[in-house]
């Protein structure tokens, strides 16, 4: 199945709408020759028009151009692929649960509708009828925007913000990962360097926070796999950032322990003794045989002890990590898994849908999207959660997530993860230290927005690093003027 968009500038909001159907399918800049298994939508000067063809069967749906937005119609683009999601519905019999949501924030625009003064029925109407969401996700949605405002209100006060900082270094690539992130094996060198530069841009950002009269709020020390730094190099830099910051005054400090063959009793007393108030620990399954399937060299037991460690160091606050519909996992599977997370009481439970990102293992060896399991019934399982006290309190979406699901973190009440929400919604600064790190400047309620981009790959943001801490003046000077300069690398 290709893709082939035509007449409009970009087609992106068609891409999309097709991806929910065949989350693979590559799209062409040619026309597909006649006998090829395509999508084609286009928009012509008199109308609108879509083909899907597979085998030898085809169905078209044709529409007229839309009245312009200033009449009360809709773009072309939104009406090309409200066209393309009606085809496909009935060339699929499939039903979105999201509809024809394509965004990441659904819960975001809830919070945006209502702050524009829309009604209740206003916002029903756009969820369930304009854009064709189910009752159920919608109902969790507007759940999980009920139980935020009060959050939102904390982290949305004028010059609030929230550090971000990054290790990009882990033990082994999970099969399911893109990100960019360093083998320890391999570029062990690499990481001593990497820590010092790190330390060094954690006291610029400080610097200019100052500067700029910010007041921080929250912490998240994240990866990439943070404890494959060594116990003496988490001390430096958590040290750094105790000697920076006022940890008294931040309302939640969050350290990614998330892999036990690199997470052991020492690093974990380390994050406690220097005022993480909250980690993870990820076993993303409790499948041995599945664990072996996504290339992570530990057990399941492994995880237990590393969760058992945190205990006796005194963390109170954990969260762990799920993922459905990973290679080899079952619906049945999924379950023990959820159950077992259940049983051990962390404070959080995450639950992520597979995405099958382009730069994954995953994706790269060609393993077929009917290879996994009902990722819908696996979600389905998350009524266990609700029923052990725990409630949604934040939810984003991906492109290419199996069944085109979603991402929910469930907390028992008290516990939210106040920097998730607070990166989700976008409601306050989150200054980013090391590679790869997206500073987004916020400003005016949100009305106002820049990043500020470091250099993608460890090796670069170390041989550059002088130009890393450049860019951070950006910080000071978008308070200091109306606009900034965006810069990226």
């Known amino acids: 199945m290709k893709i082939y968009i035509t007449g409009l500038p970009s087609g992106y909001e068609v891409e999309h709408l097709a991806r929910l159907f065949y989350p693979m399918a590559p799209l062409t800049l040619t026309p597909p020759e006649p006998a090829e298994d395509c999508l084609w939508a286009e928009k012509t000067d008199t109308g609108l028009r879509v083909l899907v063809r597979q085998g030898e069967k085809s169905k078209t749906l044709e529409a007229p151009l839309p009245l312009p937005v200033e009449q009360g119609g809709e773009t072309p683009e939104f009406a090309l692929a409200s066209l393309t999601y009606d085809l496909l519905r009935q060339w699929t019999g499939i039903r979105p649960p999201w509809g024809k949501m394509t965004g990441v924030r659904p819960v975001r625009l809830i919070h945006d509708k209502r702050a524009a003064g829309w009604s209740a029925e206003q916002i029903d109407r756009f969820f369930l009828q304009r854009f064709d969401c ?99 190099q988490l001390r430096q830099l958590m040290g750094t950032v105790r000697e920076n910051f006022d940890l008294t005054k931040v309302v939640e400090y969050t350290v990614e322990a998330g892999r036990p063959d690199c997470t052991d009793a020492e690093k974990l007393a380390v994050i406690k003794e220097y005022g993480a108030t909250r980690i993870s620990i990820n076993p993303q399954t409790f499948s041995d045989e599945v664990l072996a ?140 230290a090391g590679a790869g790190g997206s500073t987004k400047l916020v400003a005016d309620g949100g009305k106002r927005m820049q990043r500020i981009f470091n250099f993608k790959y460890p090796n670069e943001y170390i041989q550059r690093f002088a130009e890393v801490l450049e860019r951070k003046k950006g910080v000071a000077e978008f308070y200091d003027h109306d606009l900034g300069t965006e810069t990226t690398g």
Not at 149 to 154: C, K, V, W
Request: charged share 25%; net charge negative; proline share 4%.
């Open 293 to 432: 399937n996504i290339g992570r060299k530990h057990s399941a037991q492994d995880i237990l002890d590393c969760y058992a460690d945190a205990r006796r160091a005194g963390h109170e606050d954990i969260n762990m990590d799920l993922i459905a519909g990973l290679p080899g996992d079952t619906v049945e599977g999924f379950e023990h898994s959820l159950r077992q997370a259940i049983a051990l009481q962390p404070e959080n439970i995450t639950v992520h849908t597979l995405t099958l990102k382009r730069a994954s293992r995953i994706v790269i060896e060609d393993q077929k999207e009917n290879d996994y399991a009902d990722v819908a019934a696996m979600l389905e399982k998350c009524h266990l959660l609700a029923e052990a006290g725990y409630r949604p309190y934040y939810l984003y979406r991906q492109k290419n997530t199996l069944q085109n699901l979603e991402n929910v973190g469930w907390c028992k009440p008290g516990h939210e993860g106040y920097y998730n929400i607070y990166i989700m919604e976008e409601v306050q600064t989150i200054l980013s």
């Open 134 to 232: 189910s009752e159920q996700k919608y109902e969790m949605a507007k759940e999980i925007a009920d139980l935020q405002e009060p959050i939102l209100q904390l982290g949305s006060a004028p010059k609030t913000y929230s550090l971000y900082i990054g290790i990009p270094f882990c033990p082994s690539r999970c099969s399911y990962c893109s990100f960019v992130s360093c083998n320890l094996d391999r570029d062990r060198k690499m990481v001593q360097p990497y820590v010092d530069c790190l330390c060094k841009e954690v006291a610029e950002i400080r610097a200019q926070a100052e500067r700029a009269g910010l007041t921080l709020c929250s912490i998240y020390i994240g990866g990439g796999t943070p404890t494959s730094l060594s116990a003496a």
